[in-house]
Structures are given as structure tokens and as C-alpha cells.
């Protein structure tokens, strides 16, 4: 079966810096995205791991640990427009689908 | 830019009633999906198809069907309404060439349509 566990919600301050984790247990595993989701909007593109390690995007970074089925996702310097959904997907090996996560909400305040 | 345009935004329809919705992306990819999205669940995913004229279900693909009749184009269908029907879907796309970034399946959302049945 296929699993991912995201908390369901976070809040933060602007200026702080918060972690979004994300667990998962699949059949298989090649590759882990991070999308985000604007309330009302389509998910966009944030980041993707397949190897162990840190892939850093500017203010965003994404780890991975194959070995614990772990990711997170880390959020610098906050901004107000940063409240939004953040969704953990895994691509289980040899499928073009996804699996997704049911999303983490993210509330940044003042 | 990926585009992938859906056929309305927000849509009210009565039980019963047979139900299209319709998803173009115009970055010649070759997978496209339907995806439903309620509060607590996440996103689902209804059908996907890798070509054209080709299908497969998702993970919750009762009470619809599908139908792909050009690969710019992935048509959605309720044939008979119902409430418990009522959410927002979304299509994506994505590409099958071979690369090594891994990226290259990386699914490409629209904007969505808040399905309404009453």
C-alpha cells in the first residue's frame, strides 16, 4: 500500500523559518516532489529529491532520507504570501503517477 | 510555460445529469490526470491516461470515465451526477521523455474546477 503522512497544519511568523515534514511508506520509491497550493489555486511545482541529502532553492529547501522514508520541507525568512498548502508526493518506482499527501497548511502571521 | 487550461473554473450541475469537464495543455505531453481534491482527503486521483485513446484507472475511478481523443486534450465525465460528486478536480500533465534530472515526469497542474451538484 502507499502511505504519506503530513501534518495537517502549521502556523509561523513572517521572518521565522519552519520545517514541513513529510513521512511515506510505497510499494517502491523514485523520487519525492514538494508542491504548493495557494488557497483556490492550482498546486504549483516547489522541489524534488531522489537521492539522499539537501536540494536548496532559495529561500526553500527539500531534504530526503530514503532509509527512514523522511522528507521535509524547510521555509526561510517567511513572507505573509508563503501561508498556503504544501503537498508531499511520492512517484513509486516505474509509475509515471504520484501518490500525494493530504497537505500541510501553513499560516504565517505578522 | 507549461500551460493547462480547464474548461471552467466553477460549475453547478443537479443530480442526475451527465457532467463534462475538460482539461487542454498545450506542452505536447504525453500523460494527463484527473485528480479530485476534498477537504482532509487530499489529492485523488480518478484516471490518467499515457496516450491518446489510452486509459487507466486511478484510485477512485467509480462514477466516472474518461475519453482522450487528441493528446493536447484529457475529457472528464460524470455520467450520472451526484452529490457526494461535488468537489474541486483538477487536471495534470506531464512528459515522458528520457532524461536523467528525473524531473522530467513532473505533473503540471490547471487551475481547477469547483464542481457543484445539488
Known amino acids: 500500500g502507499q502511505n504519506i503522512d503530513q501534518p495537517t497544519e502549521m502556523t509561523a511568523t513572517e521572518g521565522a523559518i519552519v520545517q514541513i515534514n513529510c513521512t511515506y511508506q510505497t510499494s517502491g520509491f523514485n523520487g519525492l516532489f514538494w508542491y504548493q497550493q495557494h488557497a483556490g489555486e492550482a498546486p504549483t511545482f516547489l522541489s524534488y529529491n531522489v537521492l539522499d541529502g539537501l536540494e536548496e532553492k532559495g529561500r526553500f529547501s527539500s531534504f530526503l532520507s530514503r532509509s527512514k522514508g523522511y522528507s521535509y520541507l524547510l521555509l526561510k525568512e517567511l513572507q505573509m504570501k508563503d501561508s498556503a498548502s504544501y503537498l508531499c508526493a511520492v512517484r513509486p518506482w516505474g509509475f509515471q503517477k504520484l501518490v500525494f499527501g493530504t497537505g500541510t497548511r501553513l499560516l504565517v502571521s505578522p | 510555460d507549461v500551460k493547462v487550461t480547464q474548461s471552467s473554473r466553477y460549475l453547478v450541475k443537479r443530480t442526475g445529469e451527465k457532467v463534462f469537464l475538460e482539461c487542454v495543455q498545450d506542452?505536447?505531453?504525453?500523460?494527463m490526470f484527473w485528480y479530485r481534491q476534498d477537504p482532509g482527503l487530499g489529492l485523488r486521483l480518478i484516471y490518467f491516461s499515457y496516450d491518446v485513446k489510452m486509459k487507466e484507472k486511478g484510485d477512485i475511478p467509480e462514477g466516472y470515465s474518461v475519453s482522450r481523443e487528441k493528446k493536447e486534450r484529457f475529457s472528464l465525465i460524470l455520467e450520472s451526477a451526484s452529490t457526494n460528486q461535488t468537489s474541486m478536480y483538477l487536471c495534470a500533465s506531464s512528459s515522458t521523455v528520457p532524461g536523467s534530472s528525473g524531473l522530467e515526469d513532473t505533473q503540471y497542474f490547471g487551475p481547477g474546477t469547483r464542481l457543484t451538484v445539488l
Open positions: 506542452m505536447d505531453h504525453e500523460n
